[in-house]
């Protein structure tokens, strides 16, 4: 098939490589236009997407909008039978829905209706659910409402939200392959009316560690937020918890409560296995504590 494939983050690389294995013909790459990065901030840095792309020799377009009747008449000229989107981050409006000769499609991490919206791996991983998923949907004006051709399901145990993304791209990559190669055995199937839930964007503010909630909460919020990696501050420094652990005990709430960094929650403890101070590299608790002793009775923030 001629593709266009519209992606910006890491999740979408795999189905990017995908297709291109899978010989179809990627004749151009929309992704969202380079940013400020950089170890001074000042440099511009194309998405990992667009990067891609330019190793693989396919042409990218980077528009900032695609609302302008100029931009979907580009789009339209490029007689694609399909375009292929995965987490590109800007809103298709209808002309650009209806311009492939088979629509959009859309690689999506969760089982949809559930988790429509922005962060469906990091609202499932803190909902407590115990799985999610990938599905390919065909895409409407609707946010994430079309209807679904395939899923594949995964659980989620105690896995990170870097892990599941990594486990779902590349599911949903194989998958998008899987329904390119015979439409006609994954018909769209209009989604549920019941179980409705939005995965709203995550705010930064929701990676400091919010210890008035229950232990395992706090637990799904560390795991959650990996990466970048929840934390919580003391002696007004920022110490990024990666991995932890329940433990049995008990106090007020965000007090540390031994010599091993036991931190009390609303109900029950965690204790962070994995954590990072700023400009330095992951290390255990213990390694932490050597350097930078936080004492029983310390209150975090």
Known sequence: M??????????????????????????????????????????????????????LGIGVRTPTSLRDAAT???FAALEADVAVVAAYGLILPRPVLDAPRHGCLNVHASLLPRWRGAAPIQRAILAGDAETGVGIMQMETGLDTGPVRAEARTPIDAKTAGELTAELAAKGAALMVEVLASLDRYPPVPQPEDGVTYAAKIDKAEWRLDFTQPAEAVERQVRAFN???????????????????????????????????????????????????????????????????VPQGAKLA
């Open 2 to 55: 001629r593709i266009i494939f519209m992606g910006t983050p890491d999740f979408a690389v795999p189905t990017l490589d995908a297709l291109v294995a899978a010989g179809h013909d990627v004749i151009a790459v929309y992704s969202q236009p380079p940013r400020p990065g950089g170890r001074r901030g000042q440099a511009l840095v194309p998405s990992p997407v667009h990067a891609r792309a330019e190793v």
């Open 72 to 74: 979907q008449a580009d």
């Open 227 to 293: 990466p970048p990696g929840a934390f919580f501050e003391v002696r007004r420094e920022r110490v990024r918890v990666l991995a932890a652990e329940l433990v049995e005990a008990s106090g007020p709430a965000a007090t540390v409560l031994d010599d091993r960094l036991t931190i009390a929650c609303g109900t029950g403890a965690i204790r962070p296995t994995s954590v990072q101070r700023a400009g330095r590299g992951v290390m255990t608790s213990d390694e932490l504590l050597r350097g930078f002793a």
